[in-house]
């Protein structure tokens, strides 16, 4: 065995194993980040709305406004919220204010 003795590097089937190890690794990983990606997207918009019905509502207090007749989301802008956040599920979704009511939609180009 003195020929093994004096060869340097790995073999072609421990290459082969070690890249099989990590392929089912990254098969685990993968679907799980995926899975707690999407679900941190979700609460994250949840608290988005959350957010901007809680400022509606001030809003409504404060100017003796009826909820029902908000349909500026704009008007929470500088006195109730610092900006209107994105919507992190949908990019090209922003959120709106119709009826009192918070509703994602997409944007519409003028």
Do not use: C
């Not at 392929?23 to 994250?44: C, D, F, M, Q």
């Not at 994105?86 to 994602?104: A, C, F, L, S």
């Amino acid at each position: 065995m003195l020929w093994r003795e004096n060869k340097k590097g790995f073999t072609l089937l421990e290459l082969i194993v070690v890249m099989a190890i990590l392929v089912v690794l990254a098969g685990l990983v993968v679907p799980r980040y995926n899975n707690v990606l999407s679900s941190s997207r979700i609460k994250t918009h949840n608290a988005n709305v959350k957010m901007i019905e809680d400022a509606l509502e001030l809003y409504a207090v404060n100017t003796n406004t009826p909820l029902e007749s908000i349909d500026d989301i704009q008007v929470l802008v500088d006195g109730y919220l610092k900006d209107i956040p994105e919507n992190p599920i949908e990019d090209d979704d922003e959120y709106t204010v119709r009826g009192g009511r918070v509703y994602p939609e997409a944007q519409t180009e003028n």
